[in-house]
T-cell receptor
Framework: DAGVTQSPTHLIKTRGQQVTLRCSPI?????VSWYQQVLGQGPQFIFQ???????GRGNFPDRFSARQFPNYSSELNVNALLLGDSALYLC???????????????FGPGTRLLVL | AQKVTQAQTEISVVEKEDVTLDCVYE???????LFWYKQPPSGELVFLIR????DEQNEISGRYSWNFQKSTSSFNFTITASQVVDSAVYFC?????????????WGLGTSLGVNP
């Protein structure tokens, strides 16, 4: 079975531009979470979606938005890019998103975003 | 508040040495889950183990072993007879037992370099 897939793998943008990142979860998983990881840090939670509904949001500005499609894939959008948005963006897949109940999240390879 | 501390920023060993990665956590809850993930240079976070707070048995999987001690709030990870392929950043993460808890709290990671 395929694992979590993300596209693109790398992206270079300039300040002020907008970007869309994509994620496909493991087959049978209905929840997708997005994390931002800057160099030298652990991942920071951005969003969680389950059955197309937002179930959780981290401390990120409104420039960050996401959605989940009927096939459970997901997109993360970032508007008005800033230099500080340069990071590895990770998508995590889980059955129902019950992280607090010990459900394991499986991660994709990430998208490396560089904002110039 | 929840917190995960990985005090070792970088560790360098020679192949075949044993190495222990430390993880200390803080939580107010009596039920929680702890995770270890491996992040090789490619960037993908690879799930290694999940442990709930009621299971204090140590676990061994091949060359990997985990020592969970509630009394000291630690969940340490030992690699026996390290190999070059073990070179990666290792993250410890915590999730409290709450139905509405949608995220993991991550340590800053320990970068392990195994030299031939």
């Amino acid at each position: 079975d395929a694992g979590v897939t993300q596209s693109p793998t790398h992206l270079i943008k300039t300040r002020g531009q907008q970007v869309t990142l994509r994620c496909s979860p493991i087959s049978g998983h209905k929840s997708v979470s997005w994390y931002q990881q800057v160099l030298g840090q652990g991942p920071q939670f951005i969003f969680q979606y389950y059955e197309k509904e937002e179930r959780g949001r981290g401390n990120f500005p409104d420039r960050f938005s996401a959605r989940q499609f009927p096939n459970y894939s997901s997109e993360l959008n970032v508007n008005a890019l800033l230099l500080g948005d340069s990071a590895l963006y990770l998508c995590a897949s889980s059955l129902r998103g019950f992280v607090g109940l010990g459900e394991t999240q499986y991660f994709g390879p990430g998208t490396r975003l560089l904002v110039l | 508040a929840q917190k995960v501390t990985q005090a070792q920023t970088e560790i360098s060993v020679v192949e075949k040495e044993d190495v222990t990665l430390d993880c200390v956590y803080e939580t107010r809850d009596t039920t929680y889950y702890l995770f270890w993930y491996k992040q090789p240079p490619s960037g993908e976070l690879v799930f290694l183990i999940r442990r709930n707070s009621f299971d204090e048995q140590n676990e061994i999987s091949g060359r990997y072993s985990w020592n969970f001690q509630k009394s000291t709030s630690s969940f340490n990870f030992t690699i026996t007879a390290s190999q070059v392929v073990d070179s990666a950043v290792y993250f410890c993460a915590l999730s409290e037992n709450a139905g509405n808890n949608r995220k993991l709290i991550w340590g800053l990671g320990t970068s392990l370099g195994v030299n031939p």
